[in-house]
């Protein structure tokens, strides 16, 4: 059976994984030199600043991770090809985790500068609840048995939670704020000393290659477990 | 049939139904007032800030409400199958969709207006303020587009009622922080300060329903 050959054998497209993860542990060796011995010691906030190398890129890969979610589920619903409801199960289970990360690094940040673990402003409100939504997103596929029509739920969900964060947030801002202004993505140019801007730029650089990496590793895991069962329906199909 | 006859159809067996029944509107309005209850003994609903605890009182008393009953109402519907038969004959989902979101509004609507009373009654708040309507029926109208939409989706799940809250009470935040926003300065006569928390609920309202309509047959596909 050609399904048979094809769940064991290598990806198709193994030389570019490889790359991948040969650029992705190099570019992260660059970051962490340049965090750690690059870029100045901050003069307010003192060693603990150096998380933000960490925060930032996490925040936005969260952030992305939902959006790839959100296109890949309208083209599920529009085109019924598994491999869209593979990609947006890949980038959720990415987003959780690099959503966990942004928390968790924001909070460890946050204690010594704030003085508090945790703050109601907007934007850690905001990831918060969209840490929430991805949990519904796994507890939404995890709860409905027949698998396709939780990847069709699950779609449903991903549109209308990625249309709903931007309404989020403004009505949590309204609410309250106390996170510091942005300062890398402003008009003027990013308020702070080129050597952590060049820093940053790099750590998120190293993070995004990473990501693809991860994610194209995560695919390919989701599309053998697919044939795999595939098989195991066949088999039981025939006895 | 036209969509207009059918979208009626559907909500005319819906209100029939229950008003046979019965069932659905009292569940929910015990809840309702149990919710209330409990809150005048978890929070100050006497003193001089009750206007802000009552209104969050009323609004989780409302969001747990609207789940429970959309939860029952959808439970319901799949006995004898008769979700199948409507999902079998020729009415667009978005009809289906709207149908059942003005035939929820109703027993929410019902269940309001005895909660808002009790409200009025029993913490002396000026509820019956047309702002305040104004801002109940908005919130109500974006709480149950969401729920009608996920209610759908929940309804042959086991752990329905685990699950519907869990997906929709994130989802929801924007309406639950403008709505007790909303009241609240409702009933404290800030009219105009709450006019973009009115703007807010309705933008969020016509958007969900717009795209709870669209995706509607996605999850109506059985």
Redo the contacts between chains.
Sequence with gaps: MATVTSAVRRPAKAAWLSVLATLSVLSFALSVVLIFLYAPRDVQQGEVQRLFYLHLPTAWLAYLSFFIIFVSSILYLLRGQARWDRLARSAAELGFIFTTLVLLTGSIWGRPIWGTWWTWDARLTTTLILWFIYLGYFLLRAYVADPERGARYAAVLGIVGFVDIPIIHMSVRWWRTMHPEPIVVRSEGPAMPPEMFTTVAIALIAFVILYAFLLAVKYWIETTRDEVMEIRGALEQHG | MSAWSQFIAIVKRDLLLEWRARELVIGMLVMALLTLLIFNFAFDLSGAQRAASGSGALWVAIVFTTLLGLGRAVALERQEGAWEGLLLSPVERPVIFIGKLVSMLFFVSAVELVALAVLAVLFALPVLRPGVLVVVGLGTLGLCT?GT??AA??A????RD??LP??V???A??VV??AV?ATTLELNGFTADAA??KS?LG??AV??FA??AL?FG??A?E
């Design positions: 969401l939409l996920f989706m929940t042959s799940v086991r752990s685990v699950l869990a997906l009470f994130p989802l935040v924007p922080i403008g926003r973009p928390w807010l933008g969020f958007l969900f795209l709870g995706t996605s999850v596909e």
